[in-house]
């Protein structure tokens, strides 16, 4: 048992020396209750101080570790070498995006999506502190509580065929960032964000591939949020011509 | 200074896996179920021609490849049913106080409104 | 450095919404009416069960020609649109103005083509 090993196929690519990246295969010991990423870790600490690769809660709460394992896009720290033994295990990392080093890819396109969609609650006049809090009932949180639990793993990008063709495309995680804030009975920002979410790099993009949604470790379901987006903004789009003069939206029963 | 590597998509990327392979199928459904609808037009084109018109149809409609046809274009319909109607749940959310209305709940009505409308066009040929 | 596009220049689009309400319109139909007639206007019809004079009297009904013209037009656009993306998909975005013209034009003349077999 302690002698078994199982292979790890891993991407590396060093940016000052190689044209392209490369798979370097190593063997691991095959221990139980070991997660791809302590393989990594193993193989770092013992076997390859050189290799390259993002991970911090081992948890699956900081959206650090996600890498290609297989094909598929996963959080290392979630997937067991028991689930791929006998192996081997190919680790990449995430697809269409940059490749900066080894397995860590570049995020500059990804976090300036999520800051184009303005992803902070945004008031016509803030209320002065000394009238309280913005409150809500439970109803009103349950509304947008599932596209609030992103974070921010980039899988669903790394899902997204129609990501990796077209980069302009604004993407799953940005977009149900985007109805996260739009479906905050707090928030009247949602005229500001359809301009760029219901554009042609925006939800009319996407096919309604899913995958970003199977991929999703936590269930946050962007395809799903990008669906709810094209008939809120479909509907936006007939009510313009049957209502001449549109005065301001009622925030909570749109999006 | 070093720069990112940009990996090519290669245009075969929905052979890569079995879920983008099967978001293709279903994708392509389309060209099967247009190409259907202009068929179904020329049926009652030639219907409205007369009897000899339509038993002149009636010779093409039995032949092999015409058989194949509908037989390939009902398979794509039903992959297009299917997935239609359990994506509905995906662009419906649909909100009982703090509780989403369940996946199963929006598609299932799809599916009976769909077998109950099947049976009325079946009644409408055989009546 | 990754320099990302500048987006301060993106609009809502205008067409998408209408596009997209007629592919989902026609989506729905289509998921609701194409398999039982594929069922008879393929394979019943081919096994001699259903009369001549039954089909005639059946599309000869205004009712009828309405909806299979509605049914038409709606599933034709759906097809168009959803092929139009299909071959976004396959990598042809550069040439989506022309994918899109020859989708939705065909989808046009098989309109024209549903108005001369229904009404005329």
Redesign the interface.
């Known amino acids: 048992m302690a002698d078994e090993t199982i292979t790890l196929e891993v991407s590396r ?1 060093d ?2 020396g ?1 044209s ?2 490369t798979f370097q295969s190593y063997d691991v010991p095959f221990q139980e209750d070991w997660v791809v990423l302590d393989a990594l870790n193993y193989l770092k600490d013992q076997v390859d101080g050189t290799l390259s690769y993002r991970w911090s809660c081992r948890m699956g709460v900081c959206g650090s570790c996600g890498m290609m394992v297989n ?2 896009p996963k959080l290392t720290c979630a997937v067991f070498l028991r689930d791929y033994a006998p192996g081997p295990i190919k680790v990449e990392p995430l ?2 995006f ?3 080093r080894d397995l860590i ?2 995020l ?2 990804f976090v ?2 999520l800051q ?1 969609i303005k992803p902070w609650i945004i008031r016509d006049v803030e209320k002065p502190l000394d009238e309280g809090v913005y409150r809500q009932t ?2 009103e949180v ?2 947008y509580q599932q596209f609030s639990m992103c974070i921010n793993c980039m899988l669903c990008y790394a899902a997204c ?2 990501y ?3 980069e ?1 495309f604004l993407g799953p995680a940005a977009i149900a960032l985007a109805q996260r804030y739009n479906l905050d009975s707090r928030d009247q920002g949602r005229d500001q964000r ?3 979410v ?5 939800i ?1 993009d996407c ?5 970003c ?2 991929v999703c470790p936590k269930d946050v ?1 962007p ?2 949020a990008i ?2 987006a ?2 809120a ?2 509907l ?3 009510k313009s011509f049957l209502l001449p003069f549109p005065g301001r939206r009622k925030q909570k029963t749109e999006a | 200074m070093s720069k990112p590597y940009r990996r090519p998509m290669s245009k075969l990327w929905w052979l890569r896996r079995r879920p983008y392979t099967a978001f293709m199928l279903r994708e392509i459904s389309s060209v099967f179920i247009g190409a259907y609808v202009v068929l179904l037009l020329v049926l009652v084109w030639r219907v409205d021609a007369g009897p000899s018109a339509y038993a002149a149809y009636l010779d093409t409609l039995k032949s092999p490849g015409m058989l194949a046809f509908h037989a390939i274009a009902f398979v794509f319909a039903l992959l297009h049913t299917i997935t239609w109607f359990l994506l509905a749940p995906k662009a419906l959310a649909v909100w009982r106080g703090q509780k989403r209305v369940p996946a199963p709940l929006i598609a299932g009505p799809h599916f009976l409104v769909w077998l109950l409308l099947s049976g009325g066009v079946a009644a409408l040929f055989l009546a | 450095m990754i320099h990302h596009q500048d987006r301060s220049a993106t609009a809502k689009s205008t067409t998408e919404p209408l596009l997209w309400s007629l592919f989902a319109a026609g989506g729905m139909v289509a998921a609701l009416l194409i398999p039982v007639l594929i069922v008879f206007t393929g394979f019943v019809l081919a096994a001699d069960v259903v009369s001549f004079n039954r089909l005639d009297d059946l599309f000869g009904y205004f009712l009828v020609e309405i909806v299979l013209f509605g049914m038409a037009v709606l599933v034709l656009v759906h097809a168009a649109h959803r092929l139009r993306f299909t071959l976004v998909d396959l990598g042809l975005k550069r040439f989506d103005r022309p994918i899109a013209a020859m989708c939705y034009g065909a989808a046009l003349a098989g309109s024209v083509w549903a108005i001369i077999a229904l009404f005329f």
């Open positions: 690519y940016p000052d190689d392209e990246p094909g598929v697809a269409h940059p490749v900066e890819v570049a500059d396109d300036s999506k184009d439970p109803a349950a509304r065929p129609v990796g063709l077209e302009s359809q301009e760029l219901a554009s042609d790099e925006g009319w096919t309604l591939v899913g995958e949604s199977a379901d395809a799903g669906q709810q094209k008939v903004s479909t936006d789009w007939y």
